[in-house]
């Protein structure tokens, strides 16, 4: 059982940062972030495997950086230019993946922490 628990979470204006913290009782091979908006399916937003490969979305590649300090097992996910579209719920997950995009290749789940992007 691995337990994940996002912080970081917060209303920023478009063009603002944020960055988020998950903080993990434990690594497997592929960390991920995803994100969901009302009324919207979860969607993957970037991944890191345990060999510290990253993976990311079209809509937030050369905004986001996903990195994980496996010393203090947390995982994070920085977040520049941020648009109002980037509102939503945002997740972190850990699994033994295939496909990092696919929610259902995870195994556990944080709570989630409420990003905001105001215009």
């Known amino acids: 059982q691995i337990q994940l628990v996002e912080s970081g979470g917060g209303s920023v204006q478009a063009g603002g940062s944020l960055r988020l913290s998950c903080t993990t009782s434990?690594?497997?091979?592929?960390m991920g972030w995803f994100r969901q908006a009302p009324g919207k399916e979860r969607e993957g937003v970037a991944a890191i495997n345990w060999d510290g490969a990253t993976s990311y979305s079209d809509s937030v590649k050369g905004r986001f950086i996903i990195s994980k300090d496996n010393t203090k097992k947390i995982l994070y996910l920085q977040m520049n230019a941020l648009k109002p579209d980037d509102t939503a719920m945002y997740y972190c997950?850990?699994?033994?993946?295939?496909?990092?995009?696919?929610?259902?290749?995870?195994?556990?789940w944080g709570q989630g922490t409420q990003v905001t992007v105001s215009s």
């Open positions: 434990g690594f497997m091979t592929t």
């Open positions: 997950a850990a699994g033994q993946t295939v496909n990092w995009l696919r929610p259902d290749d995870y195994a556990f």
